[in-house]
């Protein structure tokens, strides 16, 4: 009997050869029009990204800026805030909100009654 399971070819260990033609491929003029793209970099890709607006997509749930009032009311129920999970300002679902680092951010899921809160950080 030989080694190995029965049916089974065996693997050769030498490295495979890459088959490479060799010469210069002919391409009709029509094609050779390279697609110039703009390339986006620094600011101008924050600008780009910031025209997005995620907040209408269905799988992304409503984001709301508390008011100082809020925030004091949330404070005595909780305690300190900066115990809070955080959220970063660059964040795409709190963009339209502009939210400063400290702000809490209330998030409602249509599916739980209870809201999150976060605090944004830098």
């Given at each position: 009997m030989g080694e190995g399971v029965p049916g089974l070819a065996k693997k050769s260990t030498k490295p495979r050869k890459k088959r490479v033609k060799k010469g210069v491929k002919e391409v009709p003029a029509e094609k050779k029009v390279l697609k110039k793209e703009k390339v986006v970099i620094g600011a101008e890709k924050k600008e780009a990204e910031a025209e997005i607006d995620i907040s209408s997509h269905i799988l992304v749930p409503k984001h709301i800026k508390l008011s100082?009032?809020?925030?004091?009311?949330?404070?005595?129920?909780?305690?300190?805030?900066?115990?809070?999970?955080?959220?970063?300002?660059?964040?795409?679902a709190i963009a339209k909100l502009k939210a400063k680092p400290g702000d809490v951010i209330k998030i409602l899921?249509?599916?739980e009654p209870v809201p999150y809160y976060r605090i944004v950080v830098a």
């Open positions: 100082e009032e809020e925030v004091k009311e949330l404070e005595n129920r909780i305690g300190d805030l900066q115990l809070l999970p955080k959220i970063r300002i660059d964040d795409p899921r249509p599916d």
